[in-house]
Structure formats: structure tokens, C-alpha cells
Antibody, heavy 126, light 113 residues
Framework: QLQLQESGPGLVKPSETLSLTCTVSGGSISSSGFHWGWLRQPPGKGLEWTGTVSYSGSTYYNSSLKSRATISLDTSENQFSLKLSSVTAADTAVYYC??????????????????WGRGTLVTVSS | DIVMTQSPDSLAVSLGERATINCKSSQTVLYDSNNKNYLAWYQQKPGQPPKLLLHWASSRESGVPDRFRGSGSGTDFTLTISSLQAEDVAVYYCQQYYRTPPTFGQGTKLEMK
């Protein structure tokens, strides 16, 4: 059974770079047709899609992040990662990694999320 | 971006009674070419990640009880829980995937009366 697990520092200083990793077990992240993403949820608030990486390594980002996000695949470790630069307190959130579901020509731009990691809280504070 | 607005923000329902949550999109999420509504519903319990309940507005995921039903088309959608159980207490979110970026409603908190 496929499982996802986030890991990374729980505290990041303002202006620094947030780095998180999602380890996938029970399946290969490079299997054709699989796509992976990051979302975040500020405390007490709703959900925001951050970005997506496909099995081929193609990436797509939410423009609201103003080019601060970078997502990459590490097929040797069966992981994908998120880096978010120049963080501020507004980036404090629970960060989730997830598997995307899309179909046909809509892949990988139009999707919903069928498997989620448990999430990890990242606090931006000095 | 497509704005998703849920109503109400919170809802208290008695055990065994019906719960109804609404979701409205700022533009249609129905693709004419395949007649599918690009809308999903999630359930999030405290301290847990969201769980996918339905996609294509009304298709239940495997293992989701049939008391959960999705309906609607175009811009107006409803999640109905036909007979509320204690384990259904959660926050519910709708999400459109008609256009990127995918966007979520603000959530509806469902409590037991």
C-alpha cells in the first residue's frame, strides 16, 4: 500500500529557505502516470496547492508563490522535495505531500489528491 | 483563479439526521466535452490530513460509506450526509480541478448537536 511521509525542519528563520522531503513507500515515484504534489495549510485555515512534479520530472507551481518554490524528484531515494525560499511568517503552515490523480490530456494540470502524507508543521520565526 | 465558496461555515446536526454542505464556484467547473464536473470533496478530522471522499462531483472513493452523496453541476454543488454518525464530525472541503491552480473552499465545520 502506497504511503507518503513528510520530513524536514520544524523551524525556519525568516528570509531563509524551507526544505522538506516526501518519502514514498509501497511504490515507485517514477512509475509512468504518477504525479506528486505539495500543499499547505496555515494554522486554522484552508488548503493551498503549492506545486506539482510529474514522474518525468516536469514541474508546475502556484503563481501565488512568486517563483519562490522549487520541487524536484530523487528517484534513487524514491523521494520528492520542496524548497521555498525567502520565507516569512506567512509561510508558517502544515505542509502536506500528496499523490495527484488526473486523466488523459488533463494530466498533469487538472487533478485532485487521493493519497496524503500526515503533514508536518513548519514555523517561520526568528 | 476560480474561487470556491462553501456554506455554511459551520453546521451542527443531531446523530442520525441529514447534513447538507454547499459549495459554489465562481465559474463553471463542467467540461462540455465530457460532461464531467471537475469537483472533489474531502473530509479532514483534527490532526489528520484531508481524506478524499468524492471526485467528479458524485463518484465515491472506495471504502467511503454510501451515506455520503455528492450532487450538483456547473457552479453549484452539495455534499449530503444522509444519516450523521459520530465519526463524521470533521471539516469538509470542496476543490475544483477544472482550471489550474486547483482551489479549495474555505471549509465547513460539521459538529454534533
Amino acid at each position: 500500500q502506497l504511503q507518503l511521509q513528510e520530513s524536514g525542519p520544524g523551524l525556519v528563520k525568516p528570509s531563509e529557505t524551507l526544505s522538506l522531503t516526501c518519502t514514498v513507500s509501497g511504490g515507485s515515484i517514477s512509475s509512468s502516470g504518477f504525479h506528486w504534489g505539495w500543499l499547505r495549510q496555515p494554522p486554522g485555515k484552508g488548503l493551498e496547492w503549492t506545486g506539482t512534479v510529474s514522474y518525468s520530472g516536469s514541474t508546475y507551481y502556484n503563481s501565488s508563490l512568486k517563483s519562490r518554490a522549487t520541487i524536484s524528484l530523487d528517484t534513487s531515494e524514491n523521494q520528492f522535495s520542496l524548497k521555498l525560499s525567502s520565507v516569512t511568517a506567512a509561510d508558517t503552515a502544515v505542509y502536506y505531500c500528496a499523490r495527484l490523480v488526473c486523466s488523459g490530456t488533463s494530466c498533469p494540470l487538472l487533478f485532485y489528491f487521493d493519497l496524503w502524507g500526515r503533514g508536518t508543521l513548519v514555523t517561520v520565526s526568528s | 483563479d476560480i474561487v470556491m465558496t462553501q456554506s455554511p461555515d459551520s453546521l451542527a446536526v443531531s446523530l442520525g439526521e441529514r447534513a447538507t454542505i454547499n459549495c459554489k464556484s465562481s465559474q463553471t467547473v463542467l467540461y462540455d466535452s465530457n460532461n464531467k464536473n471537475y469537483l472533489a470533496w474531502y473530509q479532514q478530522k483534527p490532526g489528520q490530513p484531508p481524506k478524499l471522499l468524492l471526485h467528479w462531483a458524485s463518484s465515491r472513493e472506495s471504502g467511503v460509506p454510501d451515506r455520503f452523496r455528492g450532487s450538483g453541476s456547473g457552479t453549484d454543488f452539495t455534499l449530503t450526509i444522509s444519516s450523521l454518525q459520530a465519526e463524521d464530525v470533521a471539516v469538509y472541503y470542496c476543490q475544483q480541478y477544472y482550471r489550474t491552480p486547483p482551489t479549495f473552499g474555505q471549509g465547513t465545520k460539521l459538529e454534533m448537536k
